[in-house]
């Protein structure tokens, strides 16, 4: 039960690595940078080439069609794990953590009853950022967001864009899901874990639910680690005696072997205290990461057009001073490779900022939405 429950920490801390990296720009230069590189663009390119040959074409099709349902169909399973995850571990939680150690003369009774109020507002958040829609362009409506949203850089946004699916044209700072089949206003990202689209109409809602998820894991943490120094205090576990097996004699207690200890005797808790920890963690990160968006008045989408428009102008850029290096390269082109590099400065202007007012101010304005 003990491997179970070690193999179940490990695979959350590389769950939350793996969901870090997704925020990473594949596009920079930085760790972040090659893992997300690596993830989505050479694992895959050597499954697709290498792992036929080794498996076979049949086994390795039905791991790409399992891999395209689970993150590119519209289906409840992610939903169902979510629910699974919260309420499951609330009940352990409670069971194994309130039930086990309280009443506890370090922390108040007051917890317990926090403890509830927290997880039904993190459901009653999260029900609201899974049925509130996201802002869905119909034919009815577009002209409307076309006038809400006119800015056409001619980068990020087109002007008289046309939907082939929808058939309708796109306002800026729209996209169209391929897995709602809709297209959405100022559309940020398709979240599996909400079965739907964060756009304008949800994203304040996407926003508190990281939030209020991160703090009630955060808390959790903190109830834990006020549990665990009761006992290391109460019971006096760092001036007691211990035998470990291999060892004739009694070693003196330390920290490391008062943590070994409590881990055996409360491993289920010690486990939930630290799948809290790095949800907590991870969830805190992601948020930060919404917020700098926020501030800079991007959406998910927008940030990862606009890295991969900068990316191709600096490749040109390079590519031109590449040219200009040459001894032999006559005047008239010369001068023709400086304008153009001139002229592919103007452009990565245009994509530099889109909407940058400060944090406060585009926070006030996703509310009003």
């Known amino acids: 039960m003990e491997l179970l429950y070690v193999l179940i920490i490990y695979t959350t801390i590389g769950a939350s690595c793996f969901y870090l990296i997704m925020c990473a720009d594949p596009n920079k230069k930085g760790v972040g940078a090659f893992l997300n590189r690596l993830l989505y663009i050479r694992l895959p390119t050597f499954f697709k080439v290498v792992a036929p040959r080794i ?26 794990m979510y629910l699974a995850i919260v309420i499951g571990g609330f009940v352990l939680y409670i069971l194994k953590g309130f039930g086990d150690h309280f009443p506890n003369r370090r922390l108040s009774d007051l917890h317990h009853y926090m403890a509830y109020i927290m997880t039904g507002c993190c459901l009653v958040v999260y029900y609201k950022v899974c049925s509130v829609s996201p802002g869905i362009i119909t034919k009815e409506n577009s002209r409307y967001y076309q006038k809400k949203y006119n800015k056409y850089d001619g980068y990020l946004f087109v002007e008289n864009n046309v939907c082939k699916t929808c058939n309708i044209v796109k306002p800026a700072r729209s996209k169209h899901c391929r897995i709602c089949n809709v297209c959405v206003a100022k559309f940020d990202h398709h979240c599996v874990w909400v079965r739907q689209c964060i756009g304008e109409k949800n994203y304040k809602y996407f926003l508190l639910f990281l939030l209020s998820h991160c703090i009630l894991c955060l808390y959790a943490t903190y109830i834990g680690g006020m549990v665990f120094y009761g006992r290391l205090m109460d019971d006096k576990l760092l001036e007691l005696n211990y035998y470990i097996q291999g060892r004739p004699e009694p070693v003196k207690g330390s920290l490391f072997i008062a943590f070994q200890y409590m881990f055996h005797k409360y491993t289920a808790f010690f486990f939930i205290v630290i799948i809290c920890a790095v949800m907590g963690v991870t969830l805190l990160i992601f948020f930060t990461y919404h917020c700098t968006m926020v501030a800079e008045g991007v959406s998910t989408n927008e940030k990862i057009k606009k890295s991969d428009i900068k990316h191709a102008l600096e490749s040109e850029v390079k590519d031109i001073d590449q040219k200009l290096k040459r001894e032999d390269i006559p005047d008239e082109e010369k001068k023709s490779l400086i304008q153009q590099k001139k002229e592919l400065y103007k452009e990565f202007d245009k994509v530099q900022q889109y909407f940058p007012r400060g944090f406060w101010r585009n926070l006030q304005e996703i509310k009003k939405l």
């Open 55 to 80: 498996f076979g074409r049949k086994p390795i099709e039905l791991v790409f069609k399992g891999f395209n349902y689970i993150c590119y169909t519209n289906h409840p399973l992610i939903q169902i």
